[in-house]
C-alpha cells in the first residue's frame, strides 16, 4: 500500500487522468488489506552517551546514527533508497517485500508495512520489525520510543535528516503556519491504510472515518510532554497539527458533503499549494507554487520549461495532510504512535468499522446523529482533554458504541481479530489514557524527571 516506486513519466492531458490516479484503488472486496505505518524517536543508550553524545538525545544521520543503522540493515532483503548519494531509507525485498523503511525530518523511524490480510499478520510484522532493529541499534547505542510528541529536546536541539524534500519543506513551513516546523521535528504517529471497493464505498469511509479521527485521537492520545514538562495537552502532537498549513490538513469540510468523490479530491489537490517536483532523481523547489496553474500553462518561474506528469501528481497526493488523506487507498492519519498494543488496536477499530457493509452503514447512521460541525470542534476539543472532551451524550458513551460495531466488523471476518481492542474497550470504560498513565508517573515514580519516559517507552524492553 505504501511502497515506493518508479515515478509516472504519462504528461497530463486531461483531467480525467488525475481522476483515474485515484480511482485506480478501487479492489473488489476479496483483494482489501491492510498497511500499517509507525514511528518510533531514536534516543541516545545513557551507558553509551558519551563525550559529546547526551544521554536520550536524538541521534543525528552520522557518525553512528540513523544513518549508520539503515546502513546496518541494509542487505539482499532491504534495498537501499538514496537522495543525493544519502541512504534515505530501504525497500524490502524476499520476506520483506512490500515493505519500506524511511527517515521523518528529525530521523523518526518509520516502518510502512505490506498490504496484510489480518491485524495477526499487523502485529507479527510490527513485532518483527522491532526485533530486527533492536540489535543493531543498541550496537550504536540507540534506543527507540513510539510517542506522539518528543517530550525532552526543544525543536532547536532536533537533527535534520538528508532528505532533499524535506529541506524544501523546512524552508517553507514557517510561511503557512506557526507549528509546521514541529510537526517535521517532533512528532510521531501511528496510521492504518485501508482499501476501498468504488467512488461511493470511499465517500463513505471517508465521511465515517474523518468525522471520528477525533475520537481514536482521543483514545490514542500519548503525548502530554514537551520540553521536558507537562504542556496541559494530552495530545500535543494534535495540537501542533492545528497550526502547521491548514491549506492541505485537518478536516475540509466539504469531504462530508454527499457529492464528496474522486473528482472534488481532485480539485481540492490541484489548489493546495506544491512543495517540489522531482526531475532526474532531483527535487525541485516549488513550494507555493499552483498545479492547477501548472496545468493551464501560467508561468511559474520554478517550473518554468517543465511539463506536468501523472507522477507529479502522484508525488503531490503525498504532501497533503488531511486526517484521511486519499491516495488510491484511504490514510486514517489521527493518532498518536504508542505502545505496540495500542498501535494494532487502532488497525483493528478501522478494519472492523469499515470492512463490513452492514457495520460501516450503522457507523454512518451512528455519526450523522450529530452535525459535522460537531466532529469538527470536538477536533480542537480532544488535544487537552482525551476522553473527557465535551460531546453531546458522552465521548465514551460514543466510544462504547463505536467500538462494538469495530467489534462486530471484526467477529464478522471470522479471523478472532476482536481481541485487539481490548486496550481501547478499556479507555473507553474509563481507564486511562496512555498520555494520563505518564502524567501519573511524572508525578509520582519519576518525580518530575520525564526523562524516565525513553527507558518505560523503549520497544526493547
Not at 500499517?36 to 541516545?44: A, I, V, Y
Request: with cysteine; aromatic share 10%.
Amino acid at each position: 500500500m505504501s511502497n515506493p516506486g518508479e515515478s509516472n513519466t504519462t504528461l497530463i492531458e486531461s483531467r480525467a487522468q488525475l481522476v483515474e490516479v485515484l480511482a485506480r484503488g478501487c479492489k473488489p472486496k476479496a483483494e482489501w488489506r491492510i498497511g500499517t505505518e509507525h514511528e518510533k524517536f531514536g534516543f541516545r543508550l545513557p551507558e553509551r552517551a558519551r563525550g559529546e553524545l547526551k544521554p536520550f538525545a536524538p541521534p543525528a544521520y552520522e557518525p553512528d546514527g540513523i544513518g549508520a543503522l539503515l546502513g546496518a540493515l541494509e542487505g539482499p532483503n532491504w534495498q537501499a533508497i538514496r537522495d543525493d548519494g544519502h541512504l534515505i531509507g530501504l525497500k524490502g525485498a524476499g520476506p520483506h517485500k512490500g515493505r519500506s523503511i524511511s527517515l521523518e525530518p528529525a530521523g523518526q523511524f518509520e516502518l510502512s508495512g505490506a498490504p496484510v490480510r489480518t491485524v495477526q499478520e499487523t502485529e507479527q510484522e510490527m513485532i518483527a520489525h522491532f526485533r530486527q532493529i533492536t540489535g543493531p541499534a543498541q550496537e550504536l547505542g540507540l534506543g527507540f520510543a513510539p510517542l506522539g510528541f518528543q517530550p525532552l529536546w526543544p525543536r532547536e536541539a532536533m537533527p535534520w535528516m538528508p532528505k532533499s524534500r524535506y529541506a524544501i519543506m523546512r524552508r517553507y513551513m514557517p510561511e503557512v503556519g506557526r507549528r509546521g516546523l514541529d510537526m517535521m521535528t517532533r512528532t510521531c504517529t501511528v496510521q492504518v491504510n485501508l482499501d476501498f471497493s468504488s467512488e461511493a464505498d470511499m465517500a463513505r469511509k471517508m465521511r465515517v472515518s474523518l468525522a471520528l479521527q477525533p475520537l481514536i485521537t482521543a483514545l490514542m492520545a500519548n503525548s502530554p510532554f514537551a520540553d521536558g514538562r507537562p504542556t496541559g495537552r494530552l495530545s500535543n502532537r494534535a495540537y501542533i497539527w492545528l497550526d502547521t498549513d491548514n491549506q492541505r490538513s485537518g478536516q475540509p469540510t466539504f469531504f462530508f458533503e454527499e457529492g464528496f468523490g474522486f473528482e472534488r479530491y481532485v480539485d481540492w489537490a490541484l489548489d493546495v499549494p506544491m512543495y517540489f517536483v522531482n526531475r532526474e532523481g532531483r527535487n525541485i523547489d516549488a513550494a507555493g507554487c499552483s498545479f492547477r496553474k501548472w496545468l493551464d500553462d501560467v508561468e511559474q518561474e520554478p517550473l518554468a520549461g517543465l511539463r506536468p506528469t501523472v507522477g507529479d501528481f502522484e508525488d503531490h497526493l503525498t504532501t497533503l495532510f488531511p486526517d484521511v488523506r486519499l491516495k488510491q487507498f484511504l490514510e486514517m492519519r489521527g493518532a498518536d504512535a504508542g505502545r505496540p498494543d495500542m498501535m494494532v488496536a487502532q488497525s483493528a477499530f478501522w478494519v472492523g468499522l469499515l470492512y463490513d457493509e452492514d457495520v460501516l452503514a450503522e457507523a454512518e447512521r451512528v455519526v450523522k446523529e450529530q452535525s459535522w460541525l460537531h466532529y469538527q470542534s470536538l477536533a480542537e476539543l480532544v488535544v487537552e482533554q482525551a476522553m473527557d472532551a465535551p460531546f453531546p451524550g458522552g465521548l465514551r458513551h460514543l466510544a462504547k458504541r463505536i467500538l462494538t460495531l469495530a467489534e462486530q466488523g471484526l467477529q464478522k471476518r471470522g479471523h478472532g481479530e476482536e481481541y485487539y481492542l481490548a486496550p481501547l474497550y478499556e479507555i473507553a470504560d474509563g481507564a486511562k489514557t496512555q498520555a494520563e498513565r505518564w502524567l501519573e508517573r511524572y508525578h509520582d515514580v519519576w518525580q518530575g524527571d520525564v526523562r524516565h519516559i525513553f527507558r518505560e517507552a523503549d520497544i526493547s524492553l
